[in-house]
């Protein structure tokens, strides 16, 4: 069973790791192989682990043919269309726009209804109203496809997307209640437990996640203590707190039916106890939205209850093997997601390193040590799905796992159940399960105020191929001998570190920050960040862009930060990034930081390994717009040069070429003003003759950046053009000895359900034919 189910997930994982499907009739003669082998081959044969692996991966691909038919078609994008549905979700309001899901049962044309898109993830700006779980409207929309930022070491939201089933993403302009009753669902049940709960206490957004599964109220310097402490998934309704709710329910449930003999003898307390269990797991599951990780959960304690149900003793390994193959089975989508490998891999970590082992410890130094396996045990993944581990994540989980699972989310579910009942009696609970979370988030306090830090985790990925067998020695039962060979094989996963420049080298990385501008400049020792993108309600380019792609590069620290100029898509994640990365210096434009920072000044230079910087603009007594005296900066390198323009438009490119000359000169040039038309005049880009323009532009932003004729003249240049929409993260490399090199996100090997890049010719091609 162990060696099959593995190679069930090895199949499945390597089906999602393509960056294409099959044909669908791959999936036909594959199945039909695969089932005449099963039967055909005894069951040692090892040809058998392939054919389970084949399984796999045609059951995947079956899955993965219902998920790419749900975005909508490219030609509903950008107009406005008229749909009806209800909304599907637990709206989240803040003081800029209330955002919901919405199932958008038909759309209405010329006022005949037609076939819906499916589930919409909306955003209602300018004074929404109120909205409720099961409401019908009609709604006035524009939709785009599912599309996210393509960045290294930034989050797959096109993934997230299309896992969640949401065909499109979108604003609302309009809309009317429709007259017809509400649609019946869990959400409008969710809705009505979490009007009774507190908003206006420090920790009733964390009450909220944990009660309801409603994140939303969880602020930004909340999930910055949970990230550093390694206790974001206690926050969240997940499969660890659908556990311990079942095992809290499970054991309280037997110790009470002992109470009368004569039940016990009819029905089986382990029995009685294990349906008590799962009704719990699954009512917790239904008030965190029936979310895809608590069914998960349900799945995996179906397994293991459904054993004790039918009174047949179980070894722990086989059971987790068991709960691994339904799940699979049930949804083999799930190796998508961070969760499925964080709830295995934990547990897996667990049993490997307590098999074999003689004796009963001390509680408190079983769980010491339990924290200190499942550190070790999920270092490869930590490293593969975030690059980084927080040093005090065990020290924290120490307290906080037993604290939240046994004594803060049982009284806050009974407080808010009574709530919804007796609201008197309620209120009281309330208060007192407020009061259980104050001395722990305390103590996440005191452990992030240590100068612990990070361990940064971005090794080659074939140091993975190392860290599995030598964890397997690491975990070893009792007794196994020369364990210490494992470190020598885990410590390329823990010591090395992304390729850096060589030296006189520039990289430069212009990332994918929607409407906005954020790029690195990279030397053989050096990191410079010029501008930081934009930040709106629930986008921070600073938090969620820049300081991933760093800590990617396996960096928490860098030499010099510029902030061109104070408008937000250049300027907005700064504040984030500052918080989270040190820098050794930093430089503004006009209205940026103000105050706070030394500001750009033309003639500043400086060199880093055989790299020369320099800043152009602005001048001294300038005067103009903001954007004209943004900052502007050069860098030269012996296999040539970058011009980073920021936003100045036609008046500063004239002022700059009169100040600058033939310095103006560029290998490469990220184009001012995302390619408007106020900016990137004749005379400019005859002066630089960049052989790369690099547009730093949002997807279907709503500017038409960049202008066709801004294109039309760099075309008639005869520069490459280069635009971070359609090409994601565009890295450029300029070796002292050779061409360059250009490279993009999109074009790398991804996956099949993110968007290709559209690279025929300039990357400006309607339709991608990479």
Same mark, same amino acid.
């Given at each position: 069973?162990y060696?099959?189910?593995i ?18 009739? +791959?999936?036909i ?23 389970w ?7 995947a691909?079956?899955h993965?043919?219902?998920? %790419?038919s749900?975005p ?37 044309e ?8 499916g ?17 019908w ?55 009505a437990?979490?009007a009774?709960?507190p ?10 996640a ?27 309704i ?17 110790? %009470?039916?002992?109470w ?16 008590? +269990? ?24 179906? %397994? ?15 059971a ?30 667990l ?100 100068p ?29 001998p ?21 030296p ?13 501008l ?30 991933p ?9 860098a030499d ?69 005296r ?12 970058v011009l ?37 005049? +004749? ?43 359609e090409?994601g +993260? ?6 002292v ?13 991804r ?14 091609a ?5």
């Amino acid at each position: 069973m162990y060696s099959g189910t593995i190679a069930f997930l090895l199949g499945i994982a390597a089906l999602l790791a393509l960056p294409t499907l099959p044909e669908p009739l +791959a999936l036909i003669l594959g199945g039909l192989l695969a089932t005449l082998l099963l039967f055909r081959l005894r069951h040692s044969h090892p040809v058998r682990w392939l054919v389970w692996a084949t399984v796999g991966a045609l059951w995947a691909l079956w899955h993965a043919q219902g998920v %790419v038919s749900i975005p909508i078609p490219s030609e509903w994008e950008g107009r406005e269309m008229t749909v009806e549905g209800y909304i599907d979700s637990l709206p989240d309001v803040d003081n800029y726009r209330t955002r919901f899901e919405f199932l958008a049962t038909a759309r209405v044309e010329q006022g005949h209804p037609l076939a819906g898109p499916g589930l919409l993830r909306l955003a209602w700006y300018d004074a929404a109203p109120t909205l409720q779980p099961g409401q019908w409207w009609r709604l006035r929309v524009k939709l785009k496809r599912p599309h996210g930022f393509a960045n290294p070491g930034g989050f797959d939201y096109e993934g997230w997307l299309l896992r969640h089933g949401i065909a499109a993403t979108g604003y609302v302009r309009g809309g009317e209640v429709l007259p017809r009753p509400p649609t019946a669902g869990i959400d409008r049940w969710r809705a009505a437990l979490r009007a009774g709960l507190p908003t206006d206490t420090p920790l009733g957004g964390i009450m909220a996640a944990l009660a309801v599964g409603d994140r939303s109220g969880i602020d930004a310097a909340q999930w910055d203590l949970l990230a550093a402490t390694g206790t974001t998934h206690l926050m969240a309704i997940s499969g660890l707190h659908i556990g311990m709710v079942a095992l809290l329910a499970f054991a309280t449930t037997r110790r %009470v039916w002992r109470w009368w003999p004569g039940l016990a003898l009819h029905l089986p307390a382990p029995r009685i106890a294990a349906l008590a +269990a799962f009704l719990a797991a699954l009512g917790y599951a239904l008030l965190a939205g029936f979310s895809i990780p608590t069914q998960r959960a349900l799945v995996m304690l179906a %397994v293991g209850l459904g054993a004790v149900t039918l009174g047949r003793e179980i070894r722990p390994s086989r059971a987790l093997a068991g709960a691994l193959l339904a799940v699979l089975i049930y949804d083999p989508l799930a190796v998508m997601e961070p969760g499925f490998w964080l709830s295995f891999g934990a547990v897996a970590a667990l049993l490997l390193s307590s098999a074999g082992r003689s004796g009963r410890p001390r509680w408190w130094l079983q769980w010491g040590r339990s924290q200190w396996w499942v550190t070790l045990g999920m270092l490869p993944i930590m490293a593969l799905l975030f690059g980084r581990m927080p040093l005090s994540a065990p020290l924290a989980n120490l307290l906080a796992i037993p604290w939240v699972g046994f004594v803060v989310v049982p009284l806050l579910l009974l407080a808010t159940l009574v709530n919804a009942l007796l609201p008197s009696v309620g209120g009281v609970l309330l208060s007192l399960a407020e009061q259980a979370l104050v001395p722990i988030w305390w103590w996440l306090e005191q452990v992030a105020a240590l100068p612990l830090g990070w361990w940064i985790l971005t090794p080659p990925p074939w140091t993975l191929l190392l860290a599995l067998p030598a964890l397997l020695w690491l975990l070893a039962p009792q007794g196994w001998p020369a364990r210490w060979l494992g470190w020598p094989l885990l410590a390329p996963l823990l010591l090395l570190r992304p390729p850096t420049p060589n030296p006189g080298e520039l990289w430069l990385t212009v990332l994918d920050v929607g409407q906005g501008l954020a790029a690195v400049v990279r030397t053989e020792h050096h990191l410079l960040v010029f501008d930081t993108g934009p930040a709106f309600a629930e986008l921070d380019a600073g938090r969620m862009v820049v300081a991933p792609y760093l800590r990617h590069l396996g960096l928490q620290q860098a030499d010099m930060l510029i902030v061109s100029h104070g408008d937000n898509d250049h300027s907005g994640g700064a504040e984030s990034l500052l918080a989270t990365v040190a820098f050794g210096a930093v430089r503004t434009g006009p209205l940026a930081l103000p105050g706070r920072y030394p500001g750009c000044r033309q003639g500043e230079r400086w060199q880093w390994d055989g790299v020369r910087f320099e800043i152009l603009n602005p001048a001294g007594g300038d005067g103009g717009s903001e954007n004209d005296r943004s900052c502007v900066l050069r860098v030269a390198a012996a296999g040539g040069s970058v011009l980073l323009a920021a936003d100045i438009e036609a008046a500063g490119e004239a002022a700059l070429m009169a100040r600058a000359g033939q310095r103006l000169t560029a290998t490469a040039l990220v184009v001012p003003h995302h390619g408007s038309r106020s900016s990137s005049s +004749a005379a400019f880009v005859t002066r630089v003759q960049p052989r790369y323009a690099v547009f730093s532009v949002g997807y279907r932003n709503r500017w038409g950046f960049p202008a066709p004729q801004v294109v039309a003249r760099y075309q008639a240049q005869g520069s490459q053009l280069l635009r971070t929409d359609e090409a994601g +993260a565009i890295t450029l490399l300029l070796p002292v000895v050779g061409a360059p090199q250009v490279s993009s996100y999109r074009r790398a090997p991804r996956r099949w359900w993110q968007e290709p890049e559209a690279c025929s010719g300039s990357l400006f091609a309607s339709t991608p034919v990479c």
